[in-house]
């Protein structure tokens, strides 16, 4: 897999008929190593590692209605009270962050209305804060420690 621009961590990787696996901390089992699945992986161990999020409030691949269309987010991490607080679009490291992926997350976030929208191709990683109150996104200098949330 490609190099990124996110912390390496001690991956596990393992082959079951000539396809690479990769271990999923959130939900416990492997899954096929995809360019998307290596970003998710690094990027929820930086989060975890590095900025103290805790791993028993963040859950990947969650299931969302809109408009009766079954989406689902990348990841969602949540707040001690179990409320949604940040969703996490990701893309291979080829896929360019533009408006199109804010598109994407802003959609979800018709559904969840979180506080905080995160991307990340694995190369460039992107973290926004919703102010309900002005209608508008701020860009951040950086992801927020989980306890500045």
């Given at each position: ?5 996110l ?27 995809t ?11 930086m989060?975890i ?58 959609l ?42």
């Open positions: 897999m490609k190099g990124l621009n912390p390496s961590y001690s991956t596990k990787i393992i082959t079951r008929n000539e396809k690479e696996y990769i271990w999923d901390i959130l939900r416990q089992k492997y899954l096929v190593i360019p998307e699945e290596w970003v998710r992986q690094h990027f929820v161990h989060l590692n590095h900025y103290e999020y805790p791993s028993g409030l963040m859950a990947n691949e969650v299931p969302l209605t809109l408009n009766q269309t079954k989406r689902r987010c990348d990841t969602v991490v949540y707040d001690k009270y179990g409320h949604p607080i940040v969703i996490i679009e990701y893309k291979r490291t080829t896929v360019e962050i533009n408006q199109k992926v804010f598109d994407q997350i802003s979800y976030n018709i559904a969840l209305k979180v506080p905080y929208l995160y991307v990340s191709n694995g190369i460039r990683s992107i973290a926004c804060k919703v102010d309900y109150d002005k209608n508008e996104i701020r860009f951040l200098r950086d992801i927020p420690n989980y306890i500045d949330l």
